[in-house]
């Protein structure tokens, strides 16, 4: 009997480049992430009439947006029959980097990787409210979702890694989806500054030292996943049992 073919978890928009299934990976007690069901991309501003029509198609009911205020007014979108949750993390990079070129001095690869993991380490504690408030929505409904943020790869990356974490994934393939960003985003034409080619190639990319950095603040200060999880998000066991049960596949 030929095996069914899993589904794709890159979608070909052509208004997004970095739009994705999370299904598929194994999870708690061998039980796959369900396909269709959440999915994570770049903003959203851009889909075709096509790139809708397939949103439509794979029933997806709800947008959660984590770009801050200024990035959401400038690339506003509303899509038909999909509704919009704006859970807003305001962006730091580009504010802390432009502080240090204030101060005259020029900006390294180096430099731009310490202040990636800065960004992700905030994550964990300054914006929890924000991914606490991600899994209250995926408790409330098992309507399929998609979340992003401008590129969807660092607020996003670090909500996917959440995710796929509490579904019982294992790290190192959590990390290998965090990394798939470098495989199919595509920076947008006309988005460089001053900085040079290299603090970019960084800024507009993801490293593993990024979600490390996140992960290791988890694991040092919160005493774990499932400690931070609890404390800190408020998913407790019986939510936690809750997400396994809408999100992976029966045994």
């Not at 194994?26 to 851009?46: E, N």
């Not at 006309?190 to 040079?196: D, I, K, N, Q």
């Not at 970019?200 to 999880?229: C, M, S």
Request: with cysteine.
């Amino acid at each position: 009997m030929q095996q069914e073919q899993a589904p794709t978890r890159s979608l070909p928009l052509a208004g997004a480049t970095n739009f994705r299934d999370l299904g598929g990976y194994t999870g708690q007690g061998g039980r796959p992430v369900k396909w269709r069901r959440i999915f994570r991309s770049d903003h959203l501003a851009a889909l075709t009439p096509e790139d809708q029509a397939l949103l439509a198609e794979l029933g997806v009911a709800r947008a959660v947006d984590f770009r801050g205020k200024a990035e959401s007014a400038a690339y506003a979108y509303a899509l038909p029959g999909i509704s919009y949750h704006p859970l807003a993390i305001e962006p730091t990079v580009v504010q802390r980097a432009l502080e240090l070129q204030r101060t005259g001095r020029q900006l390294t690869a180096q430099d731009a990787v310490g202040l990636m993991q800065d960004t992700y380490r905030g994550f964990v504690h300054d914006n929890a409210p924000r991914f606490a408030e991600l899994f209250g929505l995926l408790l409330d409904s098992d309507a399929p979702t998609v979340f992003h943020c401008t590129a969807g790869k660092d607020r996003t990356g670090f909500a996917a890694a959440l995710i796929l974490l509490t579904l019982g994934v294992p790290r190192d393939v959590v990390m290998h989806d965090y990394l798939l960003t470098n495989t199919l985003y595509r920076r947008p034409e006309g988005m460089g500054s001053h900085a040079p080619e290299e603090v970019l190639a960084v800024l507009w990319r993801v490293q593993e030292e990024f979600l490390d950095a996140a992960l290791h603040k988890v694991d040092t200060e919160f005493g774990g996943l499932q400690p931070y999880l609890v404390d800190v998000l408020g998913v407790d066991a019986a939510a936690q049992k809750e997400l396994e049960g809408r999100y992976l596949q029966a045994a």
